[in-house]
Nanobody, 127 residues
């Protein structure tokens, strides 16, 4: 089992950057695939990016491809989401989620594939 805590959100302007962190408590974090999701007001939660447990595989939604970058440091039990060139439509609560897998290259793109979730961090991008 793993507990996840997001941090790094805030209020920024269009074009700015933010780096979100997802810190995990629990054993064997290096066996968990991790995903970042966003949920805007009144909308469904959707995938932003995901990274395999080894960090060797990543996947991005088309809306963030080329602007966001997901990475992880398993020694620090932390996954990062670097967000560049932020737009007002990126405004949302950002959640990280984790699911254990024994494949070093597996990524999950469906939120129902994840069993463990953080409480989220708010990102607001003003125009």
């Amino acid at each position: 089992q793993v507990q996840l805590v997001e941090s790094g959100g805030g209020l920024v302007q269009t074009g700015d950057s933010l780096r979100l962190s997802c810190a995990a408590e629990g054993r064997a974090f290096s066996t968990y695939t991790v995903g970042w999701f966003l949920q805007a007001p009144g909308k469904a939660r959707e995938l932003v990016a995901t990274i395999s447990n080894s960090g060797s595989s990543t996947y991005y939604s088309t809306s963030v491809q080329g602007r966001f970058s997901i990475s992880r440091d398993n020694d620090k039990n932390t996954v990062y989401l670097q967000m560049n060139s932020l737009k007002p439509e990126d405004t949302a609560v950002y959640y990280c989620a984790a699911q254990r897998t024994y494949s070093t290259r597996t990524t999950f793109i469906n939120l129902n594939d994840y069993n463990y979730w953080g409480r989220g961090t708010q990102v607001t991008v003003s125009s």
